[in-house]
């Protein structure tokens, strides 16, 4: 089994930056591409970024692209997510997931960690 662990959320306020990281161990961690999902309060868990396994693909949600950028050192065994221009609807848990290939949905990766919360207030 794969143990992901979440850091870095807080509460900031709009337009201010956060760096969410994903601390992996157990199996190893270069074999499987990377994602980050948010969730907010009653909704579904929402695609944020994804990563293949050597880092050389990226892909974005529409809502994310210019702001967010996701990156990964496998010799760290770590993912990143850094955040700019943040936006109260932005506020949500981030959840980072491991999984054989990147997808956009959640259902087919294998791995979750616990999750941080980010909050932007206005």
């Known amino acids: 089994q794969v143990q992901l662990v979440e850091s870095g959320g807080g509460l900031v306020q709009a337009g201010a930056s956060l760096r969410l990281s994903c601390a992996a161990s157990?199996?190893?961690?270069?074999?499987?591409?990377m994602g980050w999902f948010r969730q907010a309060p009653g909704k579904e868990r929402e695609f944020v970024a994804a990563i293949s396994w050597s880092g050389g693909s990226t892909y974005y949600a529409d809502s994310m692209k210019g702001r967010f950028t996701i990156s990964r050192d496998n010799a760290k065994n770590t993912v990143y997510l850094q955040m700019n221009s943040l936006k109260p609807e932005d506020t949500a848990v981030y959840y980072c997931?491991?999984?054989?290939?990147?997808?956009?949905?959640?259902?087919?990766?294998?791995?979750w960690g616990q999750g941080t919360q980010v909050t932007v207030s206005s």
């Open positions: 157990g199996r190893t961690f270069s074999s499987f591409a």
């Open positions: 997931a491991a999984g054989l290939g990147p997808s956009v949905r959640a259902g087919e990766y294998d791995y």
